[in-house]
């Protein structure tokens, strides 16, 4: 079996470090993130009076 040439190997290294790279930043940047439709209502604040 002959043996690949060591250039070939780094063009075999570059195209699929390539390809994973735009793999990898499509499927980050294809998925659009799930708005909230409205923030739950903060809970009221319950005012405590101190008397010194």
């Not at 195209?15 to 708005?35: E, G, H, R």
Request: aromatic letters at 18%.
């Amino acid at each position: 079996m002959p043996q690949m040439a060591p250039l070939l190997w780094l063009n075999l290294f570059i195209m699929f470090s390539i390809t994973f790279i735009i793999f990898l930043t499509l499927n980050y940047f294809i998925k659009v993130p799930n708005k909230t439709k409205d923030l739950l209502p903060t809970p009221p604040k319950q005012e405590m009076s101190w008397k010194w």
